[in-house]
Each structure stands twice: as C-alpha cells, then as structure tokens.
C-alpha cells in the first residue's frame, strides 16, 4: 500500500481541484490503514479482491457508499481506496517481481517477501520529509485533540482513529533523508500526479458527489 504521507499528497491534489479542504476529508484519506494498527487484516478496511493482492474493489465499495461522498471522510477513504489500487495495479508491479526487487540503480535482488517490503517502508520513512515540504500538507490533524469522524463507514472502528493518529506523528517525527533503495522523489511525483488525475477522472466517469 502507499504510505499514509503519499495519500495525504494524492488526496490534496484531488481536493485542489474541485476547491474543497477539510480535516476529516484527509483523515478518511488515511482511515483505512487503522486496520494494520489494531491487528485487522486489510480485506475488510480495504474492499481487497480475493484474486488480486492488495487491490481494492471500488464496485463493492461504490455499491454501498455511493451516495455518502459528499461526506468528507467517506469521499477520503475513496481517495485512499483508488490510490492503493493505483499502486498496487500500475505501479508496485515495475520494482517488485517474483520475490526482486529493483533498486534504483538498476540492480535486480532476489530476497524474502518480507525484506522487500522492508525495503520499500524504508523509502516511505526516507521521502516523507521531502514530501511535506513539497506539499505543505497541514499536520495539525496529528497533534490536535481527536474528533470521531460523522461517518456510516462501518469496515473500520472509527473510534479507535486516535490510534493510527498518534503512529502518525510519530513516524513523522522521525522522518530523514537518508538514500533511498526503491524509489526517488521524481518517481513519486510522478505517481501522485498520475493518480490524482485518474481519480477525478474517474470520479466525472462514475457522476460521484464530491463535498463542498
């Protein structure tokens, strides 16, 4: 999945262009991932396919949300829902293959699944501080007291939020800039431009509501 900074970044790309911002629009934005926090699987919280690992069915999603996306957090957690499935589709498959993964100089190294994610939670920790300078992503949800979101999104305990807030910050207090192994800015840029512009494209496609 894409770290929790990257969807902040899609999500305000998004928000910019249909003029609306609101907190609890980008803490939908990252509600999902409350599931690794408290030990739930990912199937639930992400609407996972049985046949394709880590990708989201927005139909199941849509079928039952639909008409909720005026709802900031609701239309956040779309936002985070199609990024994952960006990610996973279009984008995980150029650096990680067959148990490889390719570095970026090239180098092709076969190691365990769990080493390889390693590998590339690495580059989230390392690209986060290039990130929030690069787009001025406000913070204060993760250092303000914690409001339970007005939601009927019922895949996640909403009101154990405060839990993946609080890792949250912790990550970001120890974001660094050290060299990153599987992915550099460029390459991220690219990705949260590529899929923020297919998200409203596809948001006009399906005549989804957007909040105000």
């Given at each position: 999945m894409a770290s929790?900074?990257?969807h902040m970044c899609v999500a305000k790309k998004v928000s910019e262009h249909f003029n609306f911002d609101s907190k609890e629009y980008y803490l939908g934005s990252i509600a999902p991932d409350l599931s690794k926090q408290i030990g739930m699987t990912k199937t639930a919280s992400h609407f996972l396919n049985i046949h394709q690992e880590g990708v989201p069915n927005i139909e199941a999603f849509l079928n039952k949300y639909r008409d909720t996306l005026d709802n900031p957090f609701n239309f956040g957690y779309f936002v985070h829902l199609y990024t994952d499935r960006v990610w996973f589709k279009e984008f995980m498959t150029k650096a990680k293959f067959n148990n490889c993964v390719k570095l970026l100089d090239n180098t092709i190294i076969e190691t365990s699944e769990e080493e390889i994610w390693n590998l590339i939670y690495n580059d989230y920790t390392n690209l986060n501080t290039l990130l929030l300078d690069e787009y001025d992503l406000d913070l204060s949800l993760f250092y303000e007291d914690f409001k339970v979101p007005d939601t009927t999104i019922d895949e996640i305990p909403v009101q154990k939020l405060d839990i993946l807030l609080e890792k949250m910050a912790d990550i970001i207090m120890m974001?660094?800039?050290d060299k990153e192994y599987v992915f550099d800015l460029d390459t991220i840029n690219y990705f949260i431009d590529y899929c923020s512009d297919k998200i409203i494209k596809?948001?006009?496609?399906?005549?989804?509501k957007v909040p105000k």
């Open positions: 929790a900074i990257i974001a660094k800039t596809k948001i006009d496609e399906y005549g989804l």
